[in-house]
C-alpha cells in the first residue's frame, strides 16, 4: 500500500499554522441550491487565499467523467484549466485564520485521501472540520431555512432536533472523512441545509446564506453574507413571480407551508418531536421534476414574450 502522505505536498512558510478550524467543501457530491459552492465562493471571492497544502489531482480524479476545459483559439490551444484540490489558509473579517479544504470530489483513493487529510488534521493541530452543502427537502421557500446537523460527538450539535431517524443513503468523501476523523478522535460537524425541492437544481442563495451562518456559529469565525443577501433578494422576487404566475405551485407551496408550520408548532413538545422530514401526504405532492418543468413553462411563456 502507498503512504498516504504521497497524496498531497505541502508548501513552505506555513510551519506556524496550528489550532485552527477547518472548512471542508468539496465539489462533486449533492449540493441543493449549490448552497455549498455559493458560501465557499463568495469566501473566495471575498478573502485572500494562501495554498498551503496541494492533493495529487492525477491521482484522485476521473478526468473522462468530469473534464477539465481547455481553450482553443484558431489554430492552437492556449490554456488547460488544471483542476485543483488543496488546503488553503484565510482570514476572517476579524483578522482570524482558519483553513479550507476545497476542490472537486474525489473519484479515487477515498481511503488514502481520508487518511492524507487527517495526517494534516493532526500535522496542523485542526481543532474543528466543519462542513455544509444542500439536500432537497419537502419545506417551503417562505419559511426560515432549516437544517440537519451531524458530528463526531453528540454533544457538537447539542440543541437540534433530527429532522430523520435511519437511512442508507450514498456515501461521499466528505462524509467518509466525517466519518473517519470520528474515529481517531477528531472532532467534525457538518450541516445538510434543507432546500426547498422545487428550487434544488438551482442555485438559491437563502441556503447559502444559512450554510455560512451555521459554519461561523460553530466555529466562532466572521463570516460574511452580504453580497450573498444582495444576491438572494434577486432570488427572491424571481421565485415569487414564478409561483405567483403557476396555481400548481402555489397549491404545492402552501401545502408545505401548513406542513412545516405544523412541524414547528409540535416541536414545542418535547414528547411529540417527528422523526421523518415532513408530511405522510408527500408522496402526493407532484415532484421536484414537475414542478421544475412548471418553472421552466413560465419562464419559455416570459421569453416568448419578450420578457427574458
Same mark, same amino acid.
Given at each position: 500500500?502507498?503512504?498516504?502522505?504521497?497524496?498531497?505536498?505541502?508548501?513552505?512558510?506555513?510551519?506556524?499554522?496550528?489550532?485552527?478550524?477547518?472548512?471542508?467543501?468539496?465539489?462533486?457530491?449533492?449540493?441543493?441550491?449549490?448552497?455549498?459552492?455559493?458560501?465557499?465562493?463568495?469566501?473566495?471571492?471575498?478573502?485572500?487565499?494562501?495554498?498551503?497544502?496541494?492533493?495529487?489531482?492525477?491521482?484522485?480524479?476521473?478526468?473522462?467523467?468530469?473534464?477539465?476545459?481547455?481553450?482553443?483559439?484558431?489554430?492552437?490551444?492556449?490554456?488547460?484549466?488544471?483542476?485543483?484540490?488543496?488546503?488553503?489558509?484565510?482570514?476572517?473579517?476579524?483578522?482570524?485564520?482558519?483553513?479550507?479544504?476545497?476542490?472537486?470530489?474525489?473519484?479515487?483513493?477515498?481511503?488514502?485521501?481520508?487518511?492524507?487529510?487527517?495526517?494534516?488534521?493532526?500535522?496542523?493541530?485542526?481543532?474543528?472540520?466543519?462542513?455544509?452543502?444542500?439536500?432537497?427537502?419537502?419545506?417551503?421557500?417562505?419559511?426560515? @431555512?432549516?437544517?440537519?446537523?451531524?458530528?463526531?460527538?453528540?454533544?457538537?450539535?447539542?440543541?437540534?432536533?433530527?429532522?430523520?431517524?435511519?437511512?442508507?443513503?450514498?456515501?461521499?468523501?466528505?462524509?467518509?472523512?466525517?466519518?473517519?476523523?470520528?474515529?481517531?478522535?477528531?472532532?467534525?460537524?457538518?450541516?445538510?441545509?434543507? @432546500?426547498?425541492?422545487?428550487?434544488?437544481?438551482?442555485?438559491?442563495?437563502?441556503?447559502?446564506?444559512?450554510?455560512?451562518?451555521?459554519?461561523?456559529?460553530?466555529?466562532?469565525?466572521?463570516?460574511?453574507?452580504?453580497?450573498?443577501?444582495?444576491?438572494?433578494?434577486?432570488?427572491? @422576487?424571481?421565485?415569487?413571480?414564478? @409561483?405567483?404566475?403557476?396555481?400548481?405551485?402555489?397549491?404545492?407551496?402552501?401545502?408545505?407551508?401548513?406542513?412545516?408550520?405544523?412541524?414547528?408548532?409540535?416541536?414545542?413538545?418535547?414528547?411529540?418531536?417527528?422523526?421523518?422530514?415532513?408530511?405522510?401526504?408527500?408522496?402526493?405532492?407532484?415532484?421536484?421534476?414537475?414542478?421544475?418543468?412548471?418553472?421552466?413553462?413560465?419562464?419559455?411563456?416570459?421569453?416568448?414574450?419578450?420578457?427574458?
Amino acid at each position: 500500500m502507498r503512504d498516504s502522505a504521497d497524496l498531497y505536498q505541502l508548501h513552505p512558510g506555513f510551519e506556524d499554522v496550528a489550532g485552527l478550524a477547518m472548512l471542508v467543501c468539496l465539489d462533486g457530491f449533492v449540493d441543493a441550491g449549490h448552497a455549498g459552492r455559493q458560501m465557499v465562493t463568495s469566501l473566495f471571492d471575498r478573502f485572500a487565499a494562501e495554498e498551503i497544502a496541494t492533493f495529487d489531482a492525477d491521482r484522485l480524479l476521473d478526468y473522462r467523467a468530469r473534464r477539465p476545459t481547455m481553450t482553443f483559439v484558431e489554430n492552437t490551444w492556449t490554456s488547460y484549466d488544471a483542476p485543483k484540490l488543496a488546503l488553503y489558509r484565510m482570514y476572517d473579517e476579524e483578522d482570524e485564520p482558519f483553513l479550507v479544504l476545497h476542490g472537486p470530489e474525489p473519484d479515487r483513493e477515498w481511503e488514502a485521501f481520508t487518511d492524507a487529510v487527517r495526517q494534516l488534521v493532526e500535522h496542523f493541530s485542526v481543532t474543528l472540520s466543519v462542513s455544509a452543502h444542500g439536500i432537497p427537502m419537502a419545506v417551503p421557500h417562505t419559511r426560515p @431555512v432549516t437544517v440537519t446537523p451531524h458530528s463526531t460527538r453528540p454533544e457538537l450539535v447539542e440543541g437540534h432536533t433530527p429532522w430523520i431517524g435511519r437511512v442508507e443513503v450514498p456515501a461521499s468523501a466528505t462524509a467518509l472523512l466525517e466519518f473517519r476523523l470520528g474515529e481517531h478522535g477528531h472532532d467534525f460537524v457538518g450541516y445538510a441545509v434543507h @432546500v426547498p425541492s422545487y428550487l434544488a437544481q438551482s442555485p438559491y442563495p437563502r441556503a447559502a446564506i444559512a450554510a455560512t451562518e451555521y459554519v461561523a456559529a460553530a466555529t466562532g469565525l466572521a463570516l460574511p453574507t452580504d453580497l450573498l443577501e444582495e444576491t438572494a433578494k434577486a432570488t427572491d @422576487v424571481d421565485v415569487a413571480e414564478q @409561483v405567483a404566475a403557476s396555481e400548481e405551485v402555489q397549491r404545492v407551496v402552501a401545502n408545505l407551508e401548513r406542513q412545516y408550520d405544523d412541524i414547528m408548532s409540535s416541536r414545542t413538545d418535547p414528547e411529540d418531536r417527528p422523526t421523518l422530514p415532513l408530511a405522510d401526504d408527500e408522496a402526493a405532492l407532484p415532484t421536484a421534476d414537475e414542478l421544475g418543468a412548471e418553472l421552466e413553462r413560465y419562464l419559455a411563456e416570459r421569453e416568448g414574450d419578450g420578457n427574458g
